[in-house]
């Protein structure tokens, strides 16, 4: 029986890149159909992608992006093609997105709130 430890690090970070996908497109309220639309997939693929089943392009990276309203740099680190020179570690929206331990309405709030604190300090 396999677990998450044998797999290779592309693996884990297809999957966890599929999770994040997920995440944020319930968060955004769109159904895998509208994201699909947004991104210019097919539905099929984009359900194949939230379920670790493909590494996508860079190109189907950056139209998720833009779909989704986040960094496409945010998504090329979960596959390792980070294209900055220093190894930032990950931003705190994203941990608190790929968190399974948390429900979509949980990671909304704390977002919420992390936020509020960003702009009460006055940062972007």
């Known amino acids: 029986m396999s677990t998450d430890d044998d797999k290779d690090p592309l693996r ?5 890149l599929g ?4 995440s944020q497109r319930r968060i955004a309220e769109l159904s895998q159909r509208e994201l699909a639309r947004l991104a210019d997939l097919s539905d099929a693929y984009l359900s194949q992608l939230e ?6 392009s860079v190109r189907v990276l950056n139209g998720l992006a833009k779909a989704l309203n986040v960094p496409a740099d945010n998504l090329l680190r979960f596959l390792g ?4 020179d220093d190894a930032a570690p990950p931003s705190t929206e994203s941990v608190i997105l790929t968190d399974d331990e948390l429900t979509d ?3 909304q709030s704390l977002l919420d709130v992390y936020r509020a604190f960003l702009a009460a300090n006055d940062r972007p």
């Not at 884990?12 to 966890?16: F, H, N, Q, S, Y």
């Open 12 to 16: 884990r970070g297809v999957d966890a």
């Open 19 to 22: 999770d994040f996908i997920r």
């Open 51 to 56: 379920r670790g089943l493909h590494e996508p």
């Open 81 to 84: 093609r980070d294209d900055s």
């Open 105 to 107: 309405a949980q990671k």
